[in-house]
């Protein structure tokens, strides 16, 4: 079992399809991260928390709770953030990707990293 945050993001990125993955806390802040495509992680840690607080804020005002997560395509990738205790778990994905996959890669990731010490 994996040990440590990058050592659970290292695995969720061996998920078939997802290109990377980081920790993020909803100030943007990035925790840590692993990807095998090269992105900027401040600007994405910055970007997905802004995204992710405005969804919640607009969720929110409709009387509908938190956002728990939420799946964004582009033209280029596909996005899911999910809400985690720490903040936010982030992952770039393929438009090929399982998403049954990659949702049960989050959830085992998540589990894992409720155990450790942050």
Sequence with gaps: ?????????AELTGTEGVLGCALVGLDGMVIS?????????????????????????????????????AWVETERYC?????????????????DAALGLVRLGARRAIRRLEQTDM
């Design 1 to 9: 079992m994996p040990k440590t945050i990058k050592d659970i993001l």
């Design 79 to 95: 996005f899911l953030i999910q809400a985690v205790p720490m903040g936010l778990l982030v992952i770039v994905v393929r438009h």
């Design 33 to 69: 991260g692993h990807f095998i495509v090269e992105v900027n992680l401040d600007r994405l840690g910055a970007l997905m928390s802004s995204a992710y607080n405005t969804l919640d804020r607009v969720y929110g005002e409709l009387k509908q709770g938190s956002v728990l997560h």
